[in-house]
């Protein structure tokens, strides 16, 4: 595959937090450490799990966050220097003390972790179970641990035990073994579930990300799907899950624990909407051109580029949650810069499989941390009927990159907070440079200037979002008439409806209030029964460009709101004097003013009011904002 140049590999964390170390120092620190800088990826439980000297395995695991955990463990020492640590989001079985992980064998001498889902667990369970195998738990992954001690008790080695379990096991897996049988090693495998080892100078880490053990080590190996790893103190030996020995690299990090920790915001979401003007910078940095003529230059366009310039007919976009909303913006742009068909389809619902895919197809598959489940699947069906498949994504290395034909980074750096914001406003943006370097390639509706004009807006766009954010205090007030709603709806049209979509899912998303987003011009055939004097709307009416059609009618839809009593919120552009005599005839409650801008960035501009909005409300009703529940940050299970 070829993808974008321009930035080093950069890691993310994923649904469910493993942690795992073998080394020189004491264990437990090293994995509660861990644990804390994953727990954002699952928090429903966690639980560690060490070799005590002389052989003894000791287990330690709560339901609820890695702070119960660590109040469970007060007052342990242990000079243990091998275990292994999880944290949870729950697939199978609910939270509790027992589906926690590490997980152990009936004999209590092997534990194991992992992440991902076991498609044939029941089968195997009835089997192991009439062999004589005690479970514990409600969890596919507890049928693992079984499995291997099984091949364990046939005289097998760790090693070949893994092997085995894997050639019976149907699914994904990421997991890390221990055993007092073989106690100066630990084992990791991967099949489906991102796994990535630390090299220090005193041990050797595994985990589900990098973050786990990014203050003691920037030196990393990544194990690729089929892989596997036997670590010792020291070192580490690669083999596939064939038992075939393989080389891996030791590549360094290129960001720091700083970027991962809060920087002293109260939450990793609201760092990470003030990122953004510097993390659109790094999306655009070395994409645009500096001499004025407005070219584009994408690298990793080169090898699909002879499919793009003779065969392209159509597109087909795949993502699921925000980054779906972005794939709908870029649907209007690619249709209006190059006058292609495109469909923007659920992953979920793509990996079904659609009849109109073919050779002739672009399926631009889209996802921050480039293991969304769903979206992989969608990518391989789309790559099945023939389809070439362009990744927008966050993670060099993720799944999905080595499913797509070609790509590019997003360059935002790890995002943190559950509830996705810079990476929207970066997927945006990435989606107009695609269109414009696909407008250079092929016939297209843009004129030389009109080309410059959208180059010369996109580099406008970090300060105009610096503006945005300048205005937080704004939001911040208007904030408390959210917060004893029940119900919320956020409308827009043209290139907002997706911005009222993305608005409502944040709103939904953190503070658990019901939001919906419509098209300003559907109200009326539903919606519009659910409006009176309790109900906020967010209407999004910039007037730009193609917004100039647009605006009147969505105005008049504000106005049937407010003939319902309606408490309006207004998205509107700077100097427009309507909104200000609406405001002084009492059918509007507040206005946020965004900078000028083409009507195709308007949806980045909203877009950070609306998660400023979000953001204020969540924190007023006392919401978890990072973690909210029920939710993961990239969801690896289907």
């Known amino acids: 595959m070829t993808y974008d140049a321009g930035f080093g590999r950069l890691d993310e964390n994923r649904m469910c937090g493993i942690v795992g170390y073998i080394g020189q120092r004491p264990v437990l620190p090293l994995l509660v450490q861990g644990l804390e800088r994953v727990e954002y990826r699952g928090y429903d439980s966690a639980g560690v799990a060490w070799l005590e000297p002389p052989g003894q395995i000791v287990v330690r695991k709560r339901q609820g966050k890695v702070a119960e955990l660590v109040s469970a463990l007060s007052g342990q020492s242990t000079t243990s ?7 949870r989001w729950a697939t199978h079985g609910v939270p509790s003390d027992v589906n926690a992980h590490p997980h152990a064998s009936c004999r209590h001498d092997v534990v194991l972790v992992h992440n991902g889902t076991i498609d044939n667990f029941r089968e195997l369970r009835t089997t192991l179970e009439a062999e004589g195998h005690t479970f514990r738990s409600d969890t596919d992954s507890e049928v693992l641990v079984h499995l291997i001690e099984r091949f364990l008790d046939q005289g097998d080695g760790l090693v070949q035990a893994v092997q085995k379990m894997h050639a019976v096991v149907s699914g994904a897996y990421g997991i890390v073994v221990m055993t007092n049988r073989e106690p100066g090693r630990l084992v990791a495998a991967r ?8 090299v220090a100078d005193h041990g050797m880490f595994v985990a589900s990300d990098a973050t786990a053990f990014r203050s003691q080590t920037d030196r990393v190996v990544y194990l690729e799907d089929g892989e596997m790893a036997v670590m010792h103190e020291r070192e580490f030996t690669p083999l596939t899950l064939e038992n ?11 960001w720091t624990v700083e970027q991962i920790m809060k920087g002293g915001y109260p939450h990793f979401m609201l760092k990470e909407i003030m990122e953004q003007p510097e993390a659109l910078r790094r999306t655009l940095a070395g994409r645009l051109s500096a001499d004025g003529n407005a070219r584009v230059v994408l690298g990793g366009l080169e090898r699909i580029r002879p499919f793009l310039v003779e065969k392209l007919e159509r597109v087909v976009i795949t993502a ?5 909303h972005a794939g709908l913006i870029g649907k209007r742009m690619l249709e209006k810069i190059l006058g292609l068909p495109v469909s923007v389809e659920y992953a979920s619902e793509l990996a079904t499989g659609f009849s109109y895919i073919d050779g002739r197809t672009l399926c631009i598959a889209i996802s921050q941390s480039g293991e969304t489940k769903d979206t992989i699947a969608a990518a391989r069906r789309a790559k099945t009927q023939g389809a070439v498949v362009w990744n927008i994504g966050n993670v060099v290395g993720a799944s999905l990159t080595r499913v797509a034909d070609a790509g590019m980074y ?9 509830a996705s914001t810079k990476a929207f406003t970066a997927q945006v943006a990435a989606l107009s440079l695609f269109a414009l370097c696909l407008a250079e390639l092929r016939p297209s509706n843009l004129t030389d200037q009109g080309r410059a004009d959208i180059e010369t807006a996109l580099k406008a766009l970090p300060d105009q979002v610096a503006q945005i954010l300048a205005a937080d205090d704004a939001v911040r007030q208007l904030a408390p008439e959210f917060k004893s709603a029940t119900n919320c709806l956020f409308l827009g049209r043209g290139y907002n409806f997706p911005t009222a979509l993305e608005g409502a899912l944040k709103l939904k998303e953190i503070s658990y209030i019901h939001a919906e987003g419509y098209p300003a011009g559907e109200m009326k055939h539903g919606p519009i029964a659910l ?40 998205i509107a552009s700077r100097g427009d004097e309507h909104p200000q005599a609406l405001q002084a005839e009492g059918k509007i409650d507040h206005v946020l003013w965004m900078p000028h801008t083409r009507a195709m960035f308007t949806p980045i501009l909203a877009g950070v009011y609306c998660q400023l909005l979000a953001y204020h409300v969540a924190v007023l009703r006392g919401c978890d904002v990072d973690q909210p529940r029920g939710l993961a940050k990239s969801v690896t299970v289907e």
């Open 191 to 198: 099949h489906g579930s991102p796994l990535v080892l630390g």
């Open 81 to 87: 220097t091998v275990g292994l640590a999880h944290t």
């Open 410 to 418: 997003l360059h935002v750096g790890p995002e943190i907070g559950v």
């Open 320 to 324: 699921c949650g925000t980054s779906w």
């Open 244 to 254: 075939q020995s393989i080389t891996k690299e030791v590549e360094r990090l290129e």
């Open 531 to 570: 409006i009176d004097e309790r109900m906020p709307v967010v209407v999004i009416a910039p007037q730009e460009g193609e917004s100039e059609v647009t605006y009147p009618k969505v105005m008049a839809n504000l106005e049937e709101v407010a003939a319902r009593r309606g408490r309006v919120t207004l």
